[in-house]
């Protein structure tokens, strides 16, 4: 992905996803761009028998335990979606390669799932946070409003030598500020303080929840190049070390593995699935897989 000042105005990188990203992904919806999610509904439309995977918050209890089975619930889908983007926008989220930070994803995720919505006539707003929620975009519709999203979040500061993130305060300002139930993207690298779990999981109660995961592989590994200076982008904190020590090499990606786990365990408990999204990942392929992942589990 090009970063050149030239190539990162709104209507370059909106039309370039228009033309590299999402021709291709309306290829695999083939018009079904619901699939993306499961859809939440006000009208009850059916019954059927419970099947691993589905929401237990639609069991119907009553009827479960005369008919000594699970049962859940079935609902007419709204025709309208609101969506909302949770942003992680902390010192974290500019690590990367010069070509790539995570940012770009956000930013080219956020482009995409932005102009999918609204063409079929969804709204969609974000919450941007960094060292506090430092900026909202009302929920609107239409191309304009994808092009302000685009500008507004291209504007945002890189921040340095922040204290450590803590997500909670983005997660409750949403509990807070979004009324009507809605579909909602925290898109976040998820380093951050404890206690933004809990709020997760109530956040996943009210409203449709889909975790937008960045990360790059060289927070999981570290190359055996010698002595170098790690810092800490959230902190400004320097460890010098000696990457030519297996031991030491061995430690850090335990140390990754074990936050990996806590995190799945964090998403899993608060019912909320994953879009992976890593710097070196096609686009494309990983909105695609992770469609196919909620159909299966649909069936």
Known sequence: ????????????????????????LDGYLQGDYRSLFRG????????????PGDDIRYIDWNVSARMDTPYVREYMEDREIIAWFLLDLSPSVDFGTLDTQKRTV????????????????????????????????????????????????????????????????LIKGALNSIKKRSLVFVVSDFISVPGWERSLRL???????IAIRLWDR???????????????????????????????????????????????DTFKRAGVDVLQLSTEADLIHAIASFVMLRRQRRR
């Not at 939440?40 to 099947?51: H, K, M, N, S, T």
């Not at 400004?236 to 297996?246: A, F, I, M, R």
């Open 106 to 169: 956000l930013v080219d995720f956020v482009g995409v799932l932005s102009r999918l919505l609204t063409r079929h006539g969804n709204r969609v707003g974000a919450m941007m946070f960094g060292s506090g929620i430092q900026h909202t975009v009302p929920a609107r519709g239409g191309r304009m409003h994808v092009l302000r999203l685009i500008h507004d979040l291209l504007k945002q500061p890189h921040l340095s030598r922040v204290p450590m993130t803590d997500l909670s305060a």
């Open 218 to 264: 060289r927070e999981m590994t570290l190359p055996d190049v010698g002595h170098v200076v790690l810092e800490d982008m959230e902190t400004g904190e320097q460890l010098y070390v000696d990457t030519h020590d297996k031991k030491f090499r061995q430690r850090f990606f335990e140390a990754a593995r074990k936050r990996e786990e806590a995190l799945a």
């Open 1 to 24: 992905m090009n970063t050149s000042t030239s190539a990162r105005t709104p209507e370059r990188i909106l039309h370039r996803l228009d033309w590299q990203v999402i021709r291709r």
């Open 40 to 51: 939440f509904g006000v009208d009850f439309a059916d019954l059927r028998e419970y099947q």
């Open 203 to 209: 956040l996943s109660q009210r409203h449709e929840v």
